[in-house]
């Protein structure tokens, strides 16, 4: 996320209010001393590094964001937490991932962050939700008041001041020679520009690279990618879907090969890398968690360099199985890096000490996709604070994400029996019974979190869809209706209205309105994406119910054209085109769309659709 003005002053009063943590300091050598100014714990969400802090009280979690300018809220959040806001100065707007978003200020009387209380914290306000559950960002105004290190494997960020450091290995963690480390150059920061940028090579082109912990995984921009030999139709690249960010429109994303990827001292060969449009005028690449977690970063702001190791385990894009993809181990100049699938061993002292400690590493392998150490991890979480629900959840989601459903459903059991008004649990609940079939016991589910979320809850969103699953269509339009109420700037948004459009269509109720949600999802999503063939068949349904059946016939066939498979719309084609006297065509659709799915005369029916 970046600023398009430079008049927006961090607010500096975090630098000298935050005490230094227990661990006063240590002796690197050659008369350099680090100090820790705090130690943020982080629990991975989703692919989000997420912080604790409080709002006016109030627990909340943010997303670690290297790559915001400043802290920010979303406007859905502000709503939620009844925090008033005022203008932004003139001519202030961010741009990240997703294009650029106005902004406007939320003053918190009492914001805390690692423990320490802080009055009167300005935060800006605008884009979409953080993701993850979180309710924003927190910025450069925090990450840049020293020298920072990532450990996101271990579950921390820490804040640290350092003197006499001027010439120093700062990867203080490595000892001996057993374990190489990289280094590599970045650029001074300015109030206007404080992000960790560098220089990195593709294929041989030099590229410049932004450090981006928001960045759920690392992104090559399509132009960079094209001066590297590599374009979207090249051979060997493949459809990522679309991801999202403070913008509020979707990115289209690729994977594609690449023979080399340089960065300091390591270089990845024969790779594979995600293509798409970061958003930002000023890198060539965005960093994401993805190598975050796979590598522990020390930023050394007055050495203007980066220090960095290898975890073990893939670097970038993620797979469904812990083992790492030889492409993706990387090897150092200096010394071949470890590439065993998970960190290397570390010293007694450096283990977890306590249940959140673990939970954070857990919830660390999870995002790895290594659910052996996570679910490890968090067994013994779980045994040290069996009160603790969130140790539960977190377990849960990693059986559930590594196939094993029923020993998942057991921990969020034991989540929602320990609090019962715990949202993300019981949704998760509510998901995993309708995947069994058990739709009374998930509608109960879905009331309990619809009656404990705040109205203005990103869950609502979800809510809105599982109430879809269950055909529960009224209770769907609800739950939508105050996600959009309060998410206008989100890149959700198109998603939102055309699934709103959706059910109000099989209702047959409202039409004039559900027209115009898909009319706007279709100009959020765009009409060739793919995502728009569920728009165009949700609008189809909608024109057929109004008696416009050319219009009607128009809608299934560009949705067909997107999905020719789709059974409903092949149906919808079939019945408008009966409407419209065209009986032999129509019948083969009818007969074609049963040949996909034998029951959709019978789904239509229960709608009071037929022929």
Same mark, same amino acid.
């Given at each position: 996320?970046?600023?398009?003005?430079?008049?927006?002053?961090?607010?500096?009063?975090?630098?000298?209010?935050?005490?230094?943590?227990?661990?006063?300091?240590?002796?690197?050598?050659?008369?350099?001393?680090?100090?820790?100014?705090?130690?943020?714990?982080?629990?991975?969400?989703?692919?989000?590094?997420?912080?604790?802090?409080?709002?006016?009280?109030?627990?909340?979690?943010?997303?670690?964001?290297?790559?915001?300018?400043?802290?920010?809220?979303?406007?859905?959040?502000?709503?939620?937490?009844?925090?008033?806001?005022?203008?932004?100065?003139?001519?202030?707007?961010?741009?990240?991932?997703?294009?650029?978003?106005?902004?406007?200020?939320?003053?918190?009387?009492?914001?805390?962050?690692?423990?320490?209380?802080?009055?009167?914290?300005?935060?800006?306000?605008?884009?979409?939700?953080?993701?993850?559950?979180?309710?924003?960002?927190?910025?450069?105004?925090?990450?840049?008041?020293?020298?920072?290190?990532?450990?996101?494997?271990?579950?921390?960020?820490?804040?640290?001041?350092?003197?006499?450091?001027?010439?120093?290995?700062?990867?203080?963690?490595?000892?001996?020679?057993?374990?190489?480390?990289?280094?590599?150059?970045?650029?001074?920061?300015?109030?206007?520009?404080?992000?960790?940028?560098?220089?990195?090579?593709?294929?041989?082109?030099?590229?410049?690279?932004?450090?981006?912990?928001?960045?759920?995984?690392?992104?090559?921009?399509?132009?960079?990618?094209?001066?590297?030999?590599?374009?979207?139709?090249?051979?060997?690249?493949?459809?990522?879907?679309?991801?999202?960010?403070?913008?509020?429109?979707?990115?289209?994303?690729?994977?594609?090969?690449?023979?080399?990827?340089?960065?300091?001292?390591?270089?990845?060969?024969?790779?594979?890398?995600?293509?798409?449009?970061?958003?930002?005028?000023?890198?060539?690449?965005?960093?994401?968690?993805?190598?975050?977690?796979?590598?522990?970063?020390?930023?050394?702001?007055?050495?203007?360099?980066?220090?960095?190791?290898?975890?073990?385990?893939?670097?970038?894009?993620?797979?469904?199985?812990?083992?790492?993809?030889?492409?993706?181990?990387?090897?150092?100049?200096?010394?071949?890096?470890?590439?065993?699938?998970?960190?290397?061993?570390?010293?007694?002292?450096? +283990?977890?000490? /306590?249940? #959140? !400690?673990?939970?954070?590493?857990?919830?660390? &392998?999870?995002?790895?996709? $290594?659910? =052996? @150490? *996570?679910?490890?991890?968090?067994?013994?979480?779980?045994?040290?604070?069996?009160?603790?629900?969130?140790?539960?959840?977190?377990?849960?989601?990693?059986?559930?994400?590594?196939?094993?459903?029923?020993?998942?459903?057991?921990?969020?059991?034991?989540?929602?029996?320990?609090?019962?008004?715990?949202?993300?649990?019981?949704?998760?609940?509510?998901?995993?019974?309708?995947?069994?079939?058990?739709?009374?016991?998930?509608?109960?589910?879905? +009331?309990?979190? /619809?009656? #404990? !979320?705040?109205?203005?809850?990103?869950?609502? &969103?979800?809510?809105?869809? $599982?109430? =879809? @699953? *269950?055909?529960?269509?009224?209770?769907?339009?609800?739950?939508?209706?105050?996600?959009?109420?309060?998410?206008?700037?989100?890149?959700?948004?198109?998603?939102?209205?055309?699934?709103?459009?959706?059910?109000?269509?099989?209702?047959?109720?409202?039409?004039?309105?559900?027209?115009?949600?898909?009319?706007?999802?279709?100009?959020?999503?765009?009409?060739?994406?793919?995502?728009?063939?569920?728009?165009?068949?949700?609008?189809?349904?909608?024109?057929?119910?109004?008696?416009?059946?050319?219009?009607?016939?128009?809608?299934?066939?560009?949705?067909?054209?997107?999905?020719?498979?789709?059974?409903?719309?092949?149906?919808?084609?079939?019945?408008?085109?009966?409407?419209?006297?065209?009986?032999?065509?129509?019948?083969?659709?009818?007969?074609?769309?049963?040949?996909?799915?034998?029951?959709?005369?019978?789904?239509?029916?229960?709608?009071?659709?037929?022929?």
């Amino acid at each position: 996320m970046k600023s398009r003005t430079g008049k927006f002053r961090a607010t500096v009063k975090i630098l000298v209010i935050l005490a230094p943590a227990p661990w006063t300091g240590m002796a690197i050598g050659g008369g350099c001393k680090i100090a820790k100014i705090a130690e943020l714990p982080v629990t991975m969400i989703d692919m989000h590094p997420m912080v604790t802090a409080q709002i006016n009280g109030v627990d909340a979690m943010f997303i670690a964001d290297s790559g915001a300018f400043y802290s920010m809220l979303s406007p859905a959040s502000t709503a939620e937490f009844k925090l008033s806001t005022f203008p932004a100065p003139f001519g202030l707007f961010v741009r990240g991932v997703g294009g650029a978003a106005s902004v406007s200020v939320a003053r918190v009387k009492v914001f805390t962050l690692a423990g320490v209380p802080i009055h009167n914290v300005d935060f800006l306000v605008g884009g979409g939700d953080a993701g993850g559950g979180g309710v924003g960002l927190l910025g450069q105004n925090v990450f840049s008041i020293g020298d920072v290190e990532y450990d996101l494997a271990k579950g921390a960020i820490r804040l640290i001041h350092e003197e006499g450091c001027k010439k120093v290995n700062l990867a203080y963690w490595v000892t001996g020679t057993s374990q190489p480390y990289s280094m590599m150059d970045i650029e001074w920061t300015t109030p206007r520009s404080p992000h960790t940028t560098g220089t990195a090579t593709i294929n041989g082109v030099s590229i410049r690279v932004m450090f981006d912990t928001g960045a759920y995984t690392s992104v090559l921009s399509e132009r960079a990618a094209e001066r590297a030999g590599v374009r979207v139709d090249s051979p060997g690249v493949t459809d990522a879907g679309y991801s999202r960010g403070i913008g509020q429109h979707p990115v289209k994303t690729w994977i594609a090969p690449f023979a080399s990827f340089k960065l300091g001292d390591e270089e990845i060969r024969n790779t594979r890398l995600r293509i798409g449009e970061p958003g930002i005028d000023t890198a060539d690449m965005l960093i994401g968690a993805d190598f975050f977690l796979s590598h522990r970063i020390y930023v050394a702001s007055k050495q203007h360099k980066l220090f960095f190791t290898y975890n073990g385990g893939a670097v970038f894009n993620l797979k469904p199985s812990p083992a790492p993809d030889p492409a993706q181990v990387p090897s150092s100049a200096a010394t071949p890096a470890p590439a065993s699938d998970a960190p290397p061993a570390e010293s007694a002292p450096d +283990e977890p000490k /306590d249940a #959140a !400690a673990y939970s954070r590493r857990g919830t660390a &392998f999870a995002a790895r996709r $290594d659910f =052996q @150490h *996570a679910i490890a991890d968090l067994d013994r979480a779980c045994e040290l604070a069996p009160d603790e629900p969130n140790y539960f959840y977190e377990r849960g989601i990693a059986r559930r994400d590594s196939g094993q459903l029923i020993p998942a459903l057991a921990d969020f059991d034991q989540a929602i029996k320990i609090k019962f008004d715990h949202v993300p649990a019981l949704a998760a609940r509510a998901e995993l019974r309708l995947q069994n079939g058990d739709a009374v016991a998930a509608v109960e589910d879905l +009331e309990a979190a /619809d009656n #404990a !979320a705040a109205k203005e809850a990103d869950v609502r &969103f979800r809510l809105g869809l $599982d109430y =879809q @699953h *269950a055909d529960l269509m009224p209770q769907s339009v609800a739950q939508l209706d105050l996600w959009i109420a309060a998410h206008g700037d989100d890149a959700r948004l198109g998603q939102a209205l055309g699934n709103r459009c959706w059910a109000k269509a099989l209702l047959g109720q409202d039409l004039k309105s559900a027209l115009k949600d898909c009319d706007s999802a279709l100009g959020r999503i765009g009409k060739k994406n793919t995502g728009s063939a569920a728009v165009l068949l949700s609008r189809g349904v909608v024109r057929f119910r109004l008696g416009d059946y050319d219009k009607s016939i128009a809608d299934f066939d560009a949705a067909l054209a997107l999905r020719p498979k789709s059974a409903w719309s092949l149906y919808g084609r079939g019945i408008a085109k009966i409407r419209r006297s065209k009986a032999v065509e129509g019948q083969a659709d009818l007969a074609a769309a049963a040949a996909i799915w034998p029951s959709i005369a019978d789904d239509f029916a229960k709608r009071d659709i037929t022929p």
